[in-house]
């Protein structure tokens, strides 16, 4: 990490002058942190190649902290994000949507980081039209808390439906953000996603000037515990960014815990994706429990986690957040629900405990960085595109190639009545 006693570089001191979002500056006049919008890093790893930034979901302290200095050791840039589920009206997480900004911000600065970092709200999910009222008032929050990128995932509602939302919600992006749109619920193998629903999605955006910067499918994999052997469907996947080129749109790849690093490299190098989140594994790995080599929770013969000795939180803390799980009847793949009622006991542990909660998380970050992300020195190739522009919005990588007159409601609602697609049960398309 960079000594916050010592001076930042002169190009860094240039792209903190340039590359900050209104938002950010508004927010933070003083602050040495480089918080960009998320276009820059998207930009960043096509420029690289075969590179993906890591998305960490940030669901405690301990966690950001740990990304923030993993991403830092690496020299890559980082996105931190968390979901509406996570972080917004109903959160199970103590971070949200409102106060992650001011988090990472304060971070950034307590330890001298100085890569650059996207704050996304992932998964703002629109469920039903009156979702759509009530995101007009709340998106703009978002941004006004520090937001720099977002994903407006309506892709619980109907092919039209997911299309008109996101046209009706544009509006209240700021246009130098970062823009991810997703099709299809995330739910493994039932109802993966299509080329012909990918295509009607971005068509019908970029006819109405919309260029996302990422699209979400549901390409085989789950939220949280990943439960089966298939996981990310990684041919259907560039086969569907194959037919988006045109519309230069990249890959976000959701839940990525629970697949191997074979299978991870494999997106990095045949597909499009650019930005890949990570959520559960890192609070599991917080916490001291057993992972595989992908993050990936073991089990005893009883089913229950394995919680390592001297790894981190304190086993007497391990303890009462068991007997809570347990009293409320919580799954495991419900455990997430300890963030928000159990953050404060995981601050309250001495310094010792924390640094070891963090480090864990750091280590594990690093090696997805640099040995299966490909981000390693991305860093310096988000300062130098910001230097290049001289501003903080680089623009969209798309124009607009589709006829509005072939996008209006009515032919939206014909168009997609023909589309082919068996959609599956309801997923999980939260977090």
């Not at 690496?74 to 109903?90: F, P, Q, R, T, Y």
């Not at 629903?197 to 549901?218: R, V």
């Not at 976000?252 to 190098?269: F, P, W, Y």
């Not at 809570?324 to 997430?336: F, I, N, Q, T």
Request: charged share 20%; proline share 5%; net charge negative.
């Amino acid at each position: 990490m960079t000594d916050p006693q010592k001076p930042y570089t002169a190009s860094f001191e240039r792209a903190l002058a340039a590359g900050r979002p209104p938002n950010i500056v508004s927010l933070f006049p003083n602050s040495k942190a480089l918080i960009v919008s998320g276009k820059f890093i998207d930009q960043a790893m096509l420029k690289k190649g075969k590179a993906i930034c890591m998305a960490a979901n940030g669901r405690s302290l301990t966690v950001i902290r740990g990304a923030l200095r993993a991403a830092q050791r690496a020299n890559s840039a980082i996105i931190i994000e968390i979901a509406k589920s996570e972080g917004g009206a109903s959160a199970y997480c103590a971070v949200s949507l409102w106060n992650m900004a001011r988090i990472v911000d304060s971070l950034c600065n307590e330890m001298g980081i100085t890569i650059p970092v996207a704050i996304h709200a992932d998964h703002y999910g629109i469920k039903s039209p009156a979702d759509i009222e009530t995101a007009k008032i709340e998106i703009p929050t978002l941004f006004e808390a520090g937001m720099t990128s977002i994903a407006i995932d309506a892709s619980h509602l109907p092919d039209d439906q997911n299309l008109t939302a996101s046209i009706e919600l544009s509006p209240y992006v700021p246009a130098w953000a970062g823009y991810e749109t997703e099709v299809g619920e995330i739910k493994g193998k039932e109802g993966l996603s299509t080329v012909e629903e990918a295509l009607f999605l971005i068509q019908g955006l970029n006819a109405h000037n919309i260029f996302p910067d990422w699209i979400a499918l549901n390409n085989g994999t789950t939220h949280g515990i990943e439960a089966g052997a298939e996981g990310i469907q990684v041919e259907l996947t560039a086969k569907i960014h194959q037919a988006l080129s045109p519309y230069k749109v990249s890959g976000a790849q959701h839940g990525t815990s629970g697949n191997s690093s074979d299978r991870l490299i494999r997106i990095a190098t045949t597909t499009r994706t650019t930005k890949a989140n990570v959520a559960t594994a890192l609070q599991m790995i917080s916490w001291g429990l057993k992972v595989n080599d992908y993050g990936n929770a073991e089990l005893d013969e009883n089913g229950q986690f394995i919680k390592l000795p001297n790894e981190g939180v304190t086993e007497t803390l391990w303890g009462k957040m068991t007997a809570y799980a347990e009293a409320k009847g919580l799954k495991k793949g419900d455990y997430k629900k300890l963030n928000l009622p159990f953050e404060n006991h995981l601050l309250s542990q001495s310094r010792e405990i924390r640094e070891r909660m963090s480090r864990r998380v750091e280590e594990f970050i690093y090696h997805m960085l640099v040995d299966v992300f490909n981000s390693k020195d991305t860093a310096p190739l988000v300062t130098d595109a910001i230097l290049a522009v001289g501003s903080h919005d680089p623009g969209p990588k798309a124009t607009r190639i589709e006829r509005p007159d072939d996008w209006t409601p009515e032919k939206i609602a014909r168009r997609a009545a023909v589309i082919q697609g068996e959609k599956g049960p309801s997923g999980n398309f939260d977090d």
